[in-house]
Nanobody, 116 residues
Framework: QVQLVESGGGLVQPGGSLRLSCELPGSTLNYYAIAWFRQAPGKEREGVSCLVTHDDSTYYGESVKGRFTISRDNAKNTVYLQMNGLKPEDTAVYYC?????????WGQGTQVTVSS
């Protein structure tokens, strides 16, 4: 069973930055697709960014392109989402998601609130 442990959410002012972490304890990052989704109150869950580890290809949703960056640290079995230029509309619960060999895993979610 693969665990996803998220951290890094919080309250930030508009224009500020946060870095979310998704750790896979006891598991290497090889041959995963690891993504971040978010869900705001009353809205559907949407994809934010994805990293395919075997070739380091990355994908971003249109609303976050140029502001968010996904990356990984193999030594820490951790994927990061660096979020800059945060806007109130980025407020949501952010979930880490992993796909490998047809199996999917979700983290517990971390709240990001952008407000003055």
């Amino acid at each position: 069973q693969v665990q996803l442990v998220e951290s890094g959410g919080g309250l930030v002012q508009p224009g500020g930055s946060l870095r979310l972490s998704c750790e896979l304890p006891g598991s290497t990052l090889n041959y995963y697709a690891i993504a971040w989704f978010r869900q705001a109150p009353g809205k559907e869950r949407e994809g934010v960014s994805c990293l395919v580890t075997h070739d380091d290809s990355t994908y971003y949703g249109e609303s976050v392109k140029g502001r968010f960056t996904i990356s990984r640290d193999n030594a820490k079995n951790t994927v990061y989402l660096q979020m800059n230029g945060l806007k109130p509309e980025d407020t949501a619960v952010y979930y880490c998601y992993a796909l490998k060999l047809g199996l999917t895993y979700w983290g517990q979610g971390t709240q990001v609130t952008v407000s003055s």
